[in-house]
């Protein structure tokens, strides 16, 4: 499933210059400094220890790794990772 | 922004404790139920806040995975409201406070007078009291229009009254009427304002006691209000009863004198700083002294500056700070003729300072004399000048009733 490229509603969405996120509903993430991550747009925690917190997402799953990391706030649409971020990563 | 509307809320902070603590999380996601500031305390251990309403949402959610959720603490406005529902006597308290307030606010508690001027405000004031203004009355029962029209009718040099209440304050803001008074029509006499020769009468009513040439000495009749006795207008007035005293009109021109005094240092002195300073620091606490520097400085001229500071809340204890400077003095040789102009100059000024507007500038004398001894000049100067003498003075004082 590649919605973004090739097909019609990708085409469209490039053209019209349409956030892909929304369109697509894929996940957004924001890093602010090496102290948040903020996700959007996650389909839930998958594991959390001060070391590492991983999250499920649309596009498979998202680590983050650091010290002392904290979850700051956990809603439907939205994650914000607090702490000492090191690395955040994409496995698929 | 969540924090202060979580605090609105309320919030508890909770505990989870088991094996599947992620799945709670995701299940509590799920149902809408937002959790904030998670902290894995340990292994099967989680800390976070949740919104108090959504409580018990998450606890039956906890149920189904095996999770046991315990609440820590209950944060926020409702908990602190619940709490102070337990200490009733405190919210009975407040609310007692905040009646009492209430009431007294219903009170007038101040009256206050603007504007009077001639009128005492005790009186204003009174009549006022009389018309239901008074420290201790219901705002409500001010009735304004029946205290201004009291005010008005109560005290006729008033043009103008109004009453202003502003929370427990009343201002009565009144206006004086500006009447020449009863002064115009007392009978008196026209009286010498200061010593000085008569040039001059011209009588418009009353009996000439003066004549040109004259000397008069201040407070002197010049113009008499009394009637003369065996006159027609005298035995008329005093046939109808009246008094036989009229008000006394007329001018009386004469010369009169102003005289000025000054002096003027023969050589001044000046004194310049030449950038030595000494500075002493001197702290005591009751007895005990510590000084810091020596208290004379090593120069024989010096102007000094002191700063003290002793603070309210230690008694005892001053520190003083004292900062000498060392200034050469030079003096001036002794410039005599520049002396005498100073003097002159300054006791002429002083002298016409005195001189009414009207006045007519006839002559001028003057004297200057040097005073070795004292090192100084001093002048003196008169000006002779012709104007007004007289001036009215009621019968009974300037200050007493109408005649």
């Known amino acids: 499933m590649e919605p973004e490229r090739g097909t019609l509603v990708g085409r469209l969405v490039r053209a019209l210059d349409l956030p892909l996120d929304i369109a697509f509903n894929l996940p957004k993430t924001t890093l602010i400094g090496d102290v948040q991550v903020l996700v959007e747009n996650h389909q839930g925690l998958l594991h959390y220890s001060p070391r590492e917190v991983r999250v499920r997402t649309a596009r498979g799953e998202l680590v983050v790794s650091g010290s002392r990391l904290r979850i700051g706030s956990i809603l439907p649409q939205e994650l914000v990772v607090d702490g000492r971020i090191l690395q955040v990563q994409l496995r698929r | 922004m969540r924090a202060l509307s979580s605090l609105f809320r309320g919030y508890v902070i909770i505990r989870a404790r088991g094996g599947r603590l992620e799945a709670l999380v995701n299940r509590a996601v799920a149902q809408g139920i937002g959790l904030w500031q998670l902290e894995r305390a340990g292994p099967e251990l989680l800390v976070a806040r949740v919104h108090a309403g959504d409580f018990p949402a998450l606890a039956r959610a906890a149920r189904g995975l095996g999770v046991d959720v315990s609440i820590l603490r209950k944060e926020g406005l409702p908990f602190v409201l619940i709490r102070a529902g337990r200490r009733q006597a405190f919210v009975a308290g407040g609310a007692l406070f905040a009646a ?5 606010a219903q009170f007038v508690w101040f009256v206050q007078v603007d504007g009077a001027g001639t009128v005492p405000a005790d009186e204003i004031l009174a009549v006022a009291a009389e018309a239901g203004l008074r420290p201790g009355v219901l705002r409500e029962r001010v009735q304004r229009d029946v205290v201004e029209r009291r005010l008005h009718l109560a005290i006729p040099r008033l043009a103008w009254v109004a009453v ?12 004086e009427r500006t009447v020449l008074g009863d002064d115009v029509r007392r009978p008196g006499h026209i009286v010498a304002s ?24 201040e407070g002197q009749p010049l113009i008499s209000g009394m009637l003369p006795p065996g006159s027609a207008e005298y035995e008329e007035r005093v046939a109808q009863g009246e008094l036989p005293y009229v008000r006394a009109a007329g001018t009386v021109q004469g010369r009169t004198w102003y005289r000025g005094l000054a002096e003027a240092a ?26 810091m520097g020596s208290p004379e400085p090593p120069f024989a001229d010096a102007r000094w500056e002191l700063w003290e500071w002793s603070p309210g809340w230690f008694p005892g204890l001053a520190v003083t700070w004292r ?19 100073e003097a002159l ?7 016409l300072a005195q001189l009414p507007p009207a006045a007519e500038v006839l002559d001028e004398q003057v004297s200057v004399w040097d005073d070795t001894a004292a090192g100084v000049v001093r002048a003196a100067v008169t000006i002779e000048v012709r104007q007004e003498l007289g001036r009215f003075e009621p019968i009974g004082g300037p200050a007493g009733g109408p005649g």
């Open chain 2, 266 to 291: 023969l050589a001044h002195s000046s004194e310049t700083e030449t950038g030595r300073v000494h500075r002493q620091l001197v702290i005591s606490v009751g007895e005990r002294r510590v000084e």
């Open chain 2, 323 to 341: 900062v000498a400077r060392e200034v050469r003095r030079t003096q001036a040789p002794p410039d005599p003729v520049a002396a005498r102009e």
């Open chain 2, 100 to 104: 009492l307030l209430y009431v007294l």
């Open chain 2, 164 to 175: 202003d209440v502003r929370g427990a304050a009343a201002t009565v803001r009144v206006v």
């Open chain 2, 345 to 351: 100059a300054q006791a002429r000024t002083q002298a």
């Open chain 2, 194 to 217: 200061r010593d000085g020769v008569v040039e001059r009468i011209a009588l418009v009513r009353g009996e000439a006691l003066v004549a040109p040439g004259e000397t008069v000495r």
